[in-house]
């Protein structure tokens, strides 16, 4: 597309977290500016490093607040202002936006302030959008943008890529993130970087465990290792319900190579004690304690009356 010098001015990714939607946004950043201009960043030339390095002035990337909401006067107007003044020195310059689901408060907002850079981008501009979903986008922005989604890889290419990445790790280490963090390269990074991620792969792999065991003070045990980490808790359950749904899976269909969870094999295991129908009643219990625990419940509390609620559907 860039070799073929249709330059598109405006560029939306989306994807999952972790994808590497923003690796792919500052490479086609890159691949624009190079000085070899061969439609793909060459990685030696001065403006690739300064682009690798987060350093080069005609590449900025928006900032959002702690909270990941632009504060459109700060960041996103001075983009539609700044957008026709011609590059420092790349011969365009681009504005990454990235997460833009993740500004809540502003995500419309934001877009129709951009639409007008978008409809009308300067021959020396380019703006990239990222987002976990399409969803979030207005039609208007969504017919003038090249939309590119991402997608997860096999297990086989994240080995590849992680072994590249990590060639001092041993091999049983890397097969372990690949099977925590499946298709999702980012996953799998955070996973052996030892970072919040494995704590909640810990805990999923935990409750799923302690559930195959049938104890419930297990399951209780393995929650309170999250009790004040309302995070790790969060994600950890998120995680949970991915088992549940392969579960489900395993169960209605038997053998499934369409494993999403982070412990096929518990999966499995759990399938064989855990009817599909409780399996789906559990899902939903988890996402109605997820959505307390987003209301900021006392998270002990959360913890117990969940531990008793998946007794309540698997005890007998
Ligand atoms: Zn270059």
Not at 205 to 234: I, P, Q
Not at 251 to 256: D, F, I, M, P
Request: glycine share 6%; net charge neutral; charged share 25%.
């Amino acid at each position: 597309m860039i070799k073929k010098k249709r330059e598109p001015h405006s560029i939306m990714i989306h994807g999952e977290k972790g994808l590497g939607k923003k690796t792919l946004a500052r490479w086609i950043a890159a691949a624009l500016l190079c000085e070899r201009q061969t439609g793909e960043p060459c990685g030696v030339c001065r403006t690739c490093r300064m682009i690798a390095d987060g350093a080069h002035p005609d590449v900025m990337v928006a900032r959002a607040n702690s909270n990941g909401n632009y504060i459109v006067d700060d960041s996103i107007r001075p983009i539609v202002a700044e957008a026709p003044v011609a590059p420092n020195e790349a011969r365009m310059k681009v504005y990454i936006i990235p997460d833009l689901d993740l500004s809540v408060n502003t995500v419309i907002q934001v877009q129709n302030i951009l639409l007008k850079v978008i409809e009308e981008p300067p021959e020396h501009t380019a703006i990239i959008l990222t987002a976990r979903s399409k969803e979030i986008f207005l039609p208007t922005i969504i017919s003038r943008v090249l939309s590119l989604g991402m997608t997860s890889v096999t297990e086989a290419e994240s080995m590849a890529c992680l072994q590249e990445k990590y060639p001092a790790t041993a091999p049983a280490l890397i097969s372990e993130a690949v099977s925590a963090g499946r298709g999702n390269i980012g996953r799998c990074v955070e996973y052996l970087e030892h970072s919040q991620f494995f704590d909640s792969v810990k805990l999923a792999r935990g409750l799923c465990d302690a559930m195959c065991g049938g104890n419930e003070y297990d399951v209780l045990k393995t929650l309170f290792a999250a009790d004040g980490k309302k995070t790790l808790l969060r994600e950890g359950l998120s995680l949970f319900q991915e088992i549940l749904r392969d579960s489900a899976a395993f169960r209605l269909g038997g053998e499934s190579e369409k494993s999403v969870s982070c412990a096929k094999e518990g999966a499995k295991t759990l399938s064989r004690s855990l009817s599909s129908d409780q399996a789906v009643r559990l899902y939903d219990i988890v996402s109605d304690y997820i959505g307390r625990i987003d209301a900021n419940c006392n998270i002990s509390l959360t913890i117990n009356s969940l531990a008793g609620q998946i007794y309540s559907v698997t005890g007998k």
